[in-house]
C-alpha cells in the first residue's frame, strides 16, 4: 500500500492510503478466508464449503466492509512505522472512495503533542511568592488558591495544540454526563437548557474550551512529573490500591493519579 502524508497540524498527521486492484483482491481473498470458518452452509460442514460457495451465499457488502477494515488495520500499522508516528488515540476515517479498483481512505492520526517546558519552575516560583504575600497582607491564599496559581501559569507559559479528537471525546463524554444528570432529575436536555438559558451550540464551546484546558493541563503535569523524575513505587501501589480496593485491571490508572498527585505537590513546594 501506498502511505502518502498530507499534513500533520495541530497534533493531527492526516494520511492518504493508496491500496491498488491487486492488493484489494488479495486481502478479500484473505478475508473471505476468514468468514468462510465462521459460516455454515446447507450440505457442508462448518468452514467446509468451497470460497466460491461461501461468497456467493455472503452479502457483497459484508464482505466489502470487513476487506476495508482489514486494509486499513494494515495501513494504520503501516503508517505508524514508516512515518513513525507518536499516535495518542485510535486514528479516524475522514474519507473513503472504493467505488474504484484502486481503492482510497483518507485519515486522521491523533499525535502526542510537542512541546517545552521551558522557565516553568522560575515563573511558578514568582506566581507562588505573589501568592504568599498577598497572604501575609490579610488576604488569605489557601492550597486551592496557590494551586490555580501554578496551573494558570503552567497553561499560559507553555504553549500546546491538543488533537481535535481528544478534545471531541471528552465533550462527548460531558454532553452524556449532561444527558444521565438531566434524566435523574426527570428533565429533558432542551428544558434544562432553557432553564439556564443557554442553546446546545453555547454548551458545546464551554466544553469543547474546558476539555481542551483539561487535557493540556493532564499533558502538562506529567510532563513536570518526567521533568523532576518522579516515580511511584510499587509499595505506594499496593499500599493504595489495597486501602482503596482498586482491581488490578485499574493498577496503571491508579499509578498515574499517584504520579499526578506527587507532580501536584512538587509545584507547590517550588
Request: proline fraction near 4%; hydrophobic fraction near 40%; charge should be neutral.
Amino acid at each position: 500500500m501506498e502511505i502518502k502524508l498530507l499534513k500533520t497540524e495541530k497534533s493531527t498527521a492526516s494520511i492518504e492510503v493508496l491500496a491498488s486492484a491487486k492488493e484489494v483482491a488479495a486481502e478479500e481473498a484473505h478475508t473471505l478466508a476468514h468468514m468462510a470458518e465462521e459460516t455454515t452452509i446447507k450440505g457442508f460442514r462448518k468452514g467446509k464449503a468451497p470460497l466460491n460457495v461461501v461468497k456467493n451465499s455472503l452479502d457483497p457488502e459484508k464482505l466489502k466492509q470487513r476487506t476495508v477494515s482489514h486494509l486499513l488495520g494494515h495501513a494504520i500499522d503501516q503508517a505508524v512505522k514508516d512515518l513513525n508516528l507518536k499516535v495518542i488515540a485510535n486514528p479516524r476515517l475522514t474519507k473513503e472512495n472504493t467505488s474504484q479498483a484502486d481503492w482510497v481512505f483518507s485519515l486522521e492520526f491523533p499525535l502526542y503533542p510537542e512541546f517545552t517546558l521551558g522557565e516553568y519552575q522560575t515563573k511558578i516560583k514568582v506566581a507562588l511568592k505573589k501568592a504568599n504575600l498577598a497572604e501575609q497582607a490579610g488576604r488569605p491564599e489557601n492550597d486551592d488558591k496557590k494551586l490555580k496559581a501554578a496551573f494558570d501559569t503552567l497553561l499560559d507559559t507553555v504553549k500546546m495544540d491538543i488533537p481535535q479528537a481528544l478534545i471531541d471525546e471528552e465533550v462527548n463524554r460531558s454532553l452524556s454526563r449532561l444527558v444521565s444528570q438531566t434524566e435523574s432529575l426527570n428533565l429533558s436536555v432542551p428544558d434544562y437548557l432553557k432553564s439556564i438559558k443557554k442553546t446546545p451550540e453555547q454548551i458545546r464551546e464551554e466544553y469543547q474550551k474546558t476539555a481542551a484546558e483539561s487535557l493540556r493541563l493532564d499533558f502538562l503535569i506529567f510532563a513536570v512529573a518526567r521533568d523532576l523524575k518522579l516515580t511511584v513505587s510499587e509499595d505506594e501501589i499496593k499500599s493504595f490500591q489495597s486501602a482503596a480496593q482498586v482491581k488490578d485491571a485499574d493498577r496503571p490508572y491508579l499509578e498515574s493519579v499517584l504520579l499526578k498527585r506527587k507532580a501536584v505537590d512538587s509545584l507547590l513546594k517550588l
